[in-house]
């Protein structure tokens, strides 16, 4: 009932940046909370940042200072700007959307992920 694609991936050399970008179609009625989580090779999913429909964010200490979630309600989309970018930060990348579709049904969806390589 909903789609999440994920674009805007891809290799870039360390203190680089990229912007993520994940968007949002289907039967939907409200999303309210978007976020971003990753997962690299051999660890757990882990949280990245989040934001509600009223712009709160919230950030994993590791990614505060260097990316930004923002989100444009008006076209469904969820961004994340990545500045001064680590080895450490490569990963694949998710986004998720607790949605309401047009059936009242409450679901937290994900996207399919975007390979982020972070390397010299």
């Known amino acids: 009932q909903v789609q999440l694609v994920e674009s805007g991936g891809g290799l870039v050399q360390p203190g680089g940046s990229l912007r993520l970008s994940c968007a949002a179609s289907?039967?939907?009625?409200?999303?309210?909370?978007m976020g971003w989580y990753r997962q690299a090779p051999g660890k757990q999913r882990e949280l990245v940042a989040t934001i509600t429909s009223g712009g709160s964010t919230n950030y994993a200490y590791s990614v505060k200072g260097r990316f930004t979630i923002s989100r444009d309600n008006s076209k469904n989309t969820l961004y994340l700007q990545m500045n001064s970018l680590k080895p450490e930060d490569t990963a694949v990348y998710y986004c998720?959307?607790?949605?309401?579709?047009?059936?009242?049904?409450?679901?937290?969806?994900w996207g399919q992920g975007t390979q982020v390589t972070v390397s010299s």
């Open positions: 998720t959307a607790d949605t309401i579709t047009t059936d009242w049904a409450r679901n937290n969806y």
């Open positions: 289907g039967s939907i009625l409200r999303i309210s909370t």
